[in-house]
Nanobody, 119 residues
Framework: QVQLVESGGGLVQPGGSLRLSCSAS????????MGWYRQAPGKQRELVAD???????NYADSVKGRFTISRDSTKNTVYLQMNSLKPEDTAVYYC?????????????WGQGTLVTVSS
């Protein structure tokens, strides 16, 4: 069984910072893509940042220059450093990965971690 375990959400004031972590565990061959999505109340889930299968990074325009995605491949872990947080960043943040398992690829989601930006 493969799972993604997230941590690092919480309440922060506008202008503050948070760091999210997501680790993949279980039996898989390799990680193809891995990153973060978010869903605010009443809105659709959207990509925040991710690593593509070629190792490039993608960022939503709304977070460019404020958020940084990084990874530790030895730990199958990605991080999302979020700086200069705004109230509109408030959402449930979900880790997502496409994993190579024997004979196929599977899509896995984490359980979500709530980030609240408020004074």
């Amino acid at each position: 069984q493969v799972q993604l375990v997230e941590s690092g959400g919480g309440l922060v004031q506008p202008g503050g910072s948070l760091r999210l972590s997501c680790s993949a565990s279980g039996t898989f061959v390799s990680i193809s893509t891995m990153g973060w999505y978010r869903q605010a109340p009443g809105k659709q889930r959207e990509l925040v940042a991710d690593f593509t299968s070629t190792g490039r990074t993608n960022y939503a325009d709304s977070v460019k220059g404020r958020f940084t995605i990084s990874r530790d491949s030895t730990k199958n872990t990605v991080y999302l450093q979020m700086n200069s947080l705004k109230p509109e960043d408030t959402a449930v943040y979900y880790c997502h990965a496409d994993l190579h398992v024997p004979l196929r690829y599977i899509e896995v989601w984490g359980q979500g971690t709530l980030v609240t930006v408020s004074s």
